[in-house]
């Protein structure tokens, strides 16, 4: 299906704008790992890494303290996670979406600019103030929402979503089990589920596959790409999933 840059499929349109978005420098630069090495040397990670995400007000500071935005993963991970996703699941642009843990907006201002235009998306984090800076950074376009709320308990009814994305954030989470119950409560029968995240991040093994019920495997695979931040490779596992 795929051969050199270009997707031959329906939405082979659709990635040449995401190729153009990509291109633009103000979505990306980057930045220092200042971060991640924090983290290391505060000795969180390993054990004491699950201790530390329990309280939901030291993941928002960890993340509000440094510059995330600069220093967003890659380039490369971005295009991964969308082309997978366009050349995976079809839809018609329509859809009510849902961006679970979305961070700085870069993947939902594009999505709700784009791909769902004709849509709507929903996007919630636990930091209010990343998703504001996001959307002064990028617009905030007329048909996404924000929601500052915690992926362990969703603030929507049942079966809602067509399609629900979580991108590189459920190995943040104290109960993975619990967000992945919360994302498939809220997607409708026959709806689509990407969930991008680190299997092993910080010497924490999330075994996210186990807890998921899907009425159809359509993708299950690994990547990986160089996190600019700290110029190491990482390496993702990435599933869609019908429910
Ligand atoms: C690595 S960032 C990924 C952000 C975005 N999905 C992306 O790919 O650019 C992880 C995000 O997860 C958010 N997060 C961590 N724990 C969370 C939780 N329990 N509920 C909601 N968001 C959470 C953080 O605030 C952060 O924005």
């Given at each position: ?27 990306f630069s980057t930045g ?93 984090d636990l930091s209010r ?46 109960d993975p089990e619990k ?65």
């Amino acid at each position: 299906m795929i051969s050199g840059k270009k997707i031959f499929c329906m939405t082979c349109e659709k990635l040449l704008v995401i190729d153009k978005y990509l291109d633009q420098p103000q979505f990306f630069s980057t930045g220092n790992g200042g971060y991640l090495n924090t983290l290391h040397s505060a000795g969180i990670f390993g054990k004491g890494f699950k201790t530390f995400i329990e309280n939901p007000q030291n993941v928002v500071a960890a993340y509000e303290d440094y510059d995330y935005f600069t220093a967003r993963f890659s380039k490369e991970e971005v295009r991964h996670n969308l082309q997978t996703f366009m050349t995976k699941v079809s839809f018609s642009g329509e859809e009510q979406v849902l961006s679970v843990a979305c961070g700085p907006l870069i993947y939902e201002t594009f999505l709700s600019t784009n791909l769902f235009s004709k849509g709507r998306v929903f996007a919630v984090d636990l930091s209010r103030s990343l998703m504001k800076y996001g959307s002064e950074k990028l617009g905030q376009p007329k048909n996404l929402y924000l929601y500052e709320a915690n992926a362990q308990s969703l603030p929507f009814s049942s079966e809602v979503f067509d399609i629900c994305f979580s991108y590189a954030a459920l190995h943040w989470i104290p109960d993975p089990e619990k967000a992945v119950k919360e994302i498939e409560r809220v997607t409708k029968k026959g709806g689509f589920v990407h969930i991008t995240y680190n299997p092993n991040f910080a010497g924490m093994e999330t075994p996210l596959s186990k807890f998921i019920r899907a009425e159809q495997i359509i993708h299950d695979s690994s990547f990986t790409f160089v996190h600019p931040g700290f110029g190491e490779k990482e390496t993702f596992r990435e599933i869609i999933y019908k429910r």
